[in-house]
């Protein structure tokens, strides 16, 4: 079996990983892949070592150029399958090039944005099938008219292998100039709104009232970057709150916190939340999306409604005021990642689909 694969992203964000993890798995069970995704983009040189990889130009929905060159790309490596992993118009028109060049297509989902049902009906018509991230995101296409059995649910995994090491946590607060004993909470997400990072600094008051000492660190980057900066000052909590950018080192800095904080607006699972469960870092995130799947609320995790600041300050001072519910919390997001995420489920989950669109 030959797969094109379609990943319109360029940084090796949480999407993009998954795609790494895919084709790693598939090519260790004989399957050849072809990687297109934009110039210059990040997952091209991790891809090369178990891809043929395809660099083009890739301008998102006003980039009608792109049918063209994808199906000139599905023309000459020719597939047996086109599996398109993003959006920013690889999904439209990754699917009319695939039905163009007339080769099998599948769509992964990995956003819970609500659709209007007219454009549901239109635009999956062009795909045999759709893998969503979450089953939070398969009921959001079932609700909007997508027929069941054209979409099933394989779950976004986590190679727990780099968080799975002991953490020397005061070397950690060390290099920050922070005391050993200091409380730090992390927040790892795009620099985007609907992450929810307005939610967590207009939290930071109350819980600053009973841990004057604790300290937020931000990861990540994007487009609300100079936006978060200006309100972080203008509330008081430069002392406070850091924006560490985008971590290439993540796996050895996350098992150092002390809680991840995720209260995002929506989300389709949250690839940092199963992360910091397998580094045992306890979470709280917003019951929304796929994020209650990633996040059992009371076992590895509490879980906030979405907007809710007054929920997401007590839920902090909570877990940051008992050790020992962190630890007991950590260690049982940690079996649950090993549990249930693992990357041979993903690529054999993906690998099944792949097989029954074939055979159809």
């Not at 790693?24 to 178990?50: D, I, K, M, W, Y």
């Not at 995720?262 to 995130?285: C, F, K, N, T, Y």
């Not at 909570?318 to 997001?333: E, F, K, N, P, T």
């Not at 792949?354 to 159809?360: I, P, R, S």
């Amino acid at each position: 079996m030959k797969v094109l694969h379609i990943e319109a992203g360029r940084h090796l964000y949480g999407g993009a990983k998954q795609v790494l993890y895919i084709m790693q798995g598939l090519a260790a069970r004989g399957v050849s892949n072809v990687l297109a995704c934009p110039s210059g983009a990040h997952v091209a040189t991790e891809a090369r070592a178990f891809a043929e990889v395809v660099e083009m130009p890739m301008g998102g929905d006003a980039d009608l150029g792109m049918v063209l060159r994808l199906k000139q790309a599905i023309r000459t490596h020719r597939p047996d399958l086109v599996h398109i992993h993003s959006r920013r118009g690889a999904d439209l028109w990754g699917g009319l090039a695939a039905r163009l060049a007339g080769v099998p297509c599948v769509l992964s989902r990995r956003v819970d944005n609500p659709e209007a049902r007219w454009a549901v009906s239109l635009k999956y018509r062009l795909f045999d099938h759709v893998i969503t991230i979450s089953e939070g995101i398969r009921q959001v296409l079932l609700a909007e008219g997508l027929a069941p059995e054209k979409v099933s649910c394989v779950r976004s995994a986590v190679d727990p292998k780099p968080y799975l090491h002991d953490y020397d946590k005061a070397a950690f607060r060390a290099d920050l100039g922070f005391e050993a004993d200091t409380p730090i909470v992390g927040m790892v997400a795009q620099l985007i709104q609907r992450k929810g990072h307005r939610y967590l600094l207009a939290a930071l008051p109350a819980v600053l009232a009973e841990r004057p000492d604790l300290q937020v660190l931000i990861y990540g980057r994007g487009p609300l970057e100079a936006e978060l900066r200006q309100a972080v000052a203008d509330q008081g909590l430069a002392d406070n709150v850091q924006l560490m950018g985008f971590a290439d080192d993540l796996p050895a800095q996350l098992g150092c916190l002390d809680l991840l904080v995720h209260p995002a607006d929506m989300e389709g699972l949250g690839v940092s939340l199963l992360q910091a469960s397998a580094a045992r870092v306890p979470i709280i995130a917003s019951r929304a999306g796929g994020m209650p799947e990633a996040v059992v609320d009371g076992e590895n995790g509490l879980l906030i409604s979405v907007g809710d600041v007054a929920g997401l300050a007590a839920a902090m001072n909570r877990l940051l005021g008992d050790a020992a519910l962190r630890a007991q919390m950590g260690g049982a997001g940690r079996a649950r990642v090993l549990r249930e995420f693992s990357v041979d489920t993903l690529c054999e989950g993906n690998l099944a689909i792949y097989k029954k669109v074939l055979a159809q």
